[in-house]
């Protein structure tokens, strides 16, 4: 065909590609490496350079990722796609590959993880070799097909959202670039395409859960070993006022502050409704046992589960010689889980009995507080040795939310032991009085 039959044929459409991605098509480099966050116009900028180049010169392209049962899940529709918004009429589409009319360039897909040697081989005169999702490519992997990408000249361009820290082409190739590896980082606000609607998503996403957002949105690994106890949605699931009454016993948990900066915070639960906390800066132990006392007196609680760790042992003390002994109950985080094959300590079983109850149906409901929404999405969990559910260090926590998750904990510490609602009279106020005495002469009184 002659150049006048081809510019013909061709249409002279400039196909626009991002400032960022520029280097795909003008540098070379044995490797070149594009991560980030959802959005960057990865996908989109390697489909429309590779089909740019490949209208230029004849190439023989590899769409690989690892995994790759049908066609359906490689970047073939992509590429389909991106010839169809662009009029490339120079591209011939098959059942399982694309062909150039007048370069001759050709583009295959295969997946890598079961490639056997004769099928890898076939590789061997590959020009570009594109590895989508490259996050999940394995060492194995790598170790076959790079030697096999042997023609002088030929490039791997590699597009991954960072998974985790270990990925094994990050380490391999990007940690620590060499010379002849391009490393470029893209999210979607370097992308000008990326679309409104993307945007409002990610904005959402980094005011509800910064974690999620430098993950997702970012391209931010996520962090060995650790992650999120309690998933964002949940929490905004149970601010949906759902609850208009309750029969279930009132138990209130007492997280008590232990240094300056701490709040003292009380959290009134009644089953599955969790119906407010109130917080307190700069209290002494008086002041948090008065408090308690009178939530007592006016809300007749079946129990207050109480941190004795630090100070909260003076609060329980005062509390106890008053004659709570049988409301109050006091909870060290640190101690020994009820179920100390499941749990680390304490705090992770009762933590883990939240996640429980925010997930359990019918739906829970708590009030709608931003600061509740931050403590309760901030702790990352791990596994010790045996196994059993381990939390982050409430030190950790702090560094990274600039308080302790006070009213988190106080929900938590509703979740101490059980409290059955069993209506059975019992012995309070140093053992004169039963329960239902205490309140009802306290209502003739009204004084405590
Ligand atoms: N050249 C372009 N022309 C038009 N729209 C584009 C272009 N590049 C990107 N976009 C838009 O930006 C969006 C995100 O681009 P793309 O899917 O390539 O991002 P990505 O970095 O591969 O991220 P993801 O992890 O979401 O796959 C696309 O869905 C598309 O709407
Ligand atoms: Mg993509």
Redesign the pocket.
């Known amino acids: 065909m002659s150049e006048e039959e081809k510019s013909k044929n061709t249409p002279t459409l400039r196909i626009?590609?991002?400032e960022v991605f520029k280097p795909l098509l003008s540098e070379t480099y044995r490797i070149k490496f594009y991560y980030?966050?959802?959005?960057?116009?990865?996908?989109?900028?390697f489909a429309?350079s590779l089909l740019l180049k490949a209208r230029q010169e004849k190439l023989f392209i590899a769409c690989l990722r690892e995994i790759q049962d049908s066609i359906k899940d490689s970047v073939y529709k992509l590429l389909c796609d991106r010839i169809s918004a662009w009029g490339l009429n120079d591209y011939k589409i098959f059942e399982n590959k694309i062909e150039n009319r007048f370069t001759g360039s050709r583009f295959i897909f295969r997946g890598l993880r079961d490639q056997d040697v004769n099928n890898i081989k076939s590789l061997e005169g590959v020009d570009i070799a594109w590895i989508e999702e490259a996050q999940t490519i394995t060492k194995k992997s790598w170790d076959i097909l790079s030697p096999t990408i042997r023609k002088d000249g030929s490039e791997i361009w590699i597009?991954m959202?960072r998974e985790n820290e270990n990925d094994a082409l990050w380490v391999v190739l990007a940690s620590k670039p060499d010379a002849r590896t391009l490393v470029r980082k893209?999210n979607?606000y370097d992308?000008p395409?990326?679309?409104e609607e993307?945007k409002i998503q990610a904005e959402a996403c980094r005011q509800n859960n910064p974690d999620d957002y430098a993950h997702i949105w970012l391209g931010e690994p996520l962090r060995q070993g650790h992650c999120k106890l309690i998933a964002s949605h949940l929490v905004r699931e149970a601010f949906e006022p759902k609850i208009s009454e309750i029969s279930s016993p009132l138990v209130i948990g007492l997280d008590i502050a232990r240094f300056g900066d701490d709040k003292t915070s009380f959290c009134f639960r009644r089953g599955r409704w969790c119906q407010r906390f109130e917080s307190y800066a700069k209290l002494d132990n008086v002041d948090v046992a008065n408090l308690a006392h009178g939530f007592i007196q006016k809300l007749h609680p079946k129990r207050i589960f109480m941190d004795i760790g630090g100070q909260g042992a003076g609060v329980y003390d005062i509390l106890k010689d008053r004659g709570f002994s049988e409301i109050i109950r006091g909870v060290y985080f640190g101690e020994k889980a009820r179920q100390n094959e499941r749990y680390f300590n304490r705090r992770a079983e009762m933590w883990d009995a939240v996640r429980d109850w925010l997930a359990s149906r019918p739906p829970v409901q708590l009030p709608r507080d931003e600061e509740l929404f931050e403590d309760l999405c901030a702790v990352n969990k791990r596994y010790d040795r045996h196994g059993r559910l381990q939390l982050e260090e409430k030190e950790e926590i702090k560094k990274r939310l600039g308080r302790s998750p006070d009213k988190a904990d106080a929900l938590a510490l509703t979740f101490a032991e059980p409290v059955y609602d069993d209506g059975e009279p019992r012995l309070y106020g140093n053992g004169r009085l039963t329960y239902n005495d205490l309140f009802t002469q306290q209502q003739r009184s009204n004084e405590w």
Not at 36 to 45: C, D, M, N, Q, V
């Open positions: 626009e590609i991002a980030g966050g959802r959005g960057g116009g990865k996908s989109y900028a429309d597009s959202n893209v979607y992308n395409f990326c679309p993307l």
